[in-house]
Each structure stands twice: as C-alpha cells, then as structure tokens.
C-alpha cells in the first residue's frame, strides 16, 4: 500500500484540504497514520472514500446521510436502509423542484407584467414583491 499526503489525496479525490480535514473531524473519513514527522498518511482506500463522499454530496445527501450510508456499507447492511435513505433524498429533490418551479411561474408573471420602462413607482415587479400573498412557499 503506497502511502500519500494530504495535497495528493485531495487531488485525486477531486476536494479542498480543508475538506479533507473537516471530514476527518466528523469522522466520515477516519483518522489518518502519521509518519514519524507528523505529516498525514493516506492510501487509495482513503480516496475511494473520499471520493464515495464527494459523489454522495453531488446526489443532494447530507453528510448525516452519507455517514449512514458508510456504516451501512461497512457492516454489508441490508439495501432496504439504502433505498429509504434514498428515497427521502428523491423525495426531498421533488419537492424543491416543485418549490422553485412556483418560484420561477411567480417571477415570470411579474417579469411578463412590466414593461422595463418608466419611473420604478407603480413597477409591477416592485409592487408584486411588497404585495402581501406572493409568496410561493413557507419560509423556514
């Protein structure tokens, strides 16, 4: 097993040093050997990892998500915990696409409502985002 630093982990694995580090303090990437000079040591399994948890985060799952989904595939665990787990994910995805889709038909009508000429009183845009109702979704 040919060991290597942080910098080329970080490189192959496609992430920030930084990220390397703060995973490493959440515990989904375990702590890493030492050389006798302190420096880090890593192998290819620590970028497979890495690179697992970099793919997962692109998928929408939360780092949360993504440690379940790792002690899963440590211990073989069973694929019904890794469909719930994704299936959430899906369903969290649909919901914000049907959140952003109100947003976008609200700001094309108020878009579509103004001319883009004249002074900014009686603007549509302006008025529509003062008005009272407008709002598409609940804020959190």
């Given at each position: 097993m040919h060991a290597m630093t942080i910098g080329k982990l970080a490189r192959l694995a496609e992430v920030g040093v930084d990220t390397v580090r703060y995973y490493e303090r959440l515990g989904l990437l375990p702590q890493a050997k030492r050389a006798e000079s302190g420096y880090r040591l890593y192998s290819q399994v620590d970028v497979d990892r890495l690179s697992f948890i970099r793919r997962a985060k692109t998928l929408g799952f939360s780092l949360e998500d993504i440690a379940e989904?790792?002690?899963?595939?440590?211990?073989?665990?069973?694929?019904?915990?890794?469909?719930?787990l994704s299936e959430q994910r899906l369903d969290s995805i649909e919901l914000k696409i049907r959140e952003l889709m109100a947003i976008r038909d609200a700001l094309a009508s108020l878009v579509t409502r103004c001319s883009g000429r004249g002074p900014i009183k009686s603007c549509p845009i302006i008025e529509g985002v003062l008005a009272q109702g407008l709002c598409t979704h609940q804020e959190k």
């Open positions: 989904l790792l002690t899963l595939n440590a211990a073989a665990g069973d694929r019904a915990e890794v469909k719930r």
